[in-house]
T-cell receptor, first 110, second 116 residues
Framework: DAKTTQPTSMDCAEGRAANLPCNHS???????VYWYRQIHSQGPQYIIH???NNETNEMASLIITEDRKSSTLILPHATLRDTAVYYC???????????FGQGTELSVKP | DTEVTQTPKHLVMGMTNKKSLKCEQH?????MYWYKQKAKKPPELMFV???????INESVPSRFSPECPNSSLLNLHLHALQPEDSALYLC???????????????FGPGTRLTVL
């Protein structure tokens, strides 16, 4: 599975959009980009995933660059409850592995 | 039911004890996973079961023994653990078509294990 690079930490003001970047320059053609988050002392939570196209669901939007070497997770109106560690993961859907990197610790501040 | 449940929430055991962690899901998922997470570190994959058969073992020591007795249950049997095995143990499940892709994983809340 391709490796990802994320900033260690980020701050965001409550009510503003949180934009979390991820670099995955060695991603291969059939690897998907997945985002999970882990709120303190809870299990990770699936947020969104995509292959080439931008994706949106009720939680977030995922923007993948045309060359697929990077992506951005957007939380449109961050709340205090969005404070968590956010993990960007690339993986083959044919394999069972989900390899977590160090993630970005997002702090949403009032 | 869209939950993965894990019992117990907390477990304290001595190095000579035998204990088991239990994970259950009723979403009809046919792939189940065990992860280990040390404090302030990301989760690390331990085992993957697909259709009740072990498909991935990430070189986990034999003192950890997984078991998948049916499509809803996943156990992790623990024996002769070391203090460094103290961690949060997470279970997850995902939909998987036979011979097809693994979908996104749903995680349980974890069992916090302390080995004395």
């Amino acid at each position: 599975d391709a490796k990802t690079t994320q900033p260690t930490s980020m701050d965001c003001a409550e009510g503003r959009a949180a934009n979390l970047p991820c670099n995955h320059s060695t991603i291969s053609g059939n690897e998907y980009v997945y985002w999970y988050r882990q709120i303190h002392s809870q299990g990770p939570q699936y947020i969104i995933h995509g292959l080439k196209n931008n994706e949106t669901n009720e939680m977030a939007s995922l923007i993948i660059t045309e060359d697929r070497k990077s992506s951005t997770l957007i939380l449109p109106h961050a709340t205090l409850r969005d404070t968590a560690v956010y993990y960007c993961i690339v993986r083959y859907n044919q394999g069972g592995k989900l390899i977590f990197g160090q993630g970005t610790e997002l702090s949403v501040k009032p | 039911d869209t939950e993965v449940t894990q019992t117990p929430k907390h477990l304290v055991m001595g190095m000579t004890n035998k204990k088991s962690l239990k994970c259950e899901q009723h979403m009809g998922h046919r792939a189940m996973y065990w992860y280990k997470q040390k404090a302030k570190k990301p989760p690390e994959l331990m085992f993957v079961y697909s259709y009740e058969k072990l498909s991935i073992n990430e070189s986990v020591p034999s003192r950890f023994s997984p078991e998948c007795p049916n499509s809803s249950l996943l156990n992790l049997h623990l024996h002769a653990l070391q203090p460094e095995d103290s961690a949060l143990y997470l279970c997850a499940s995902s939909h998987k078509r036979e011979g097809g892709d693994y979908n996104e994983q749903f995680f349980g809340p974890g069992t916090r294990l302390t080995v004395l």
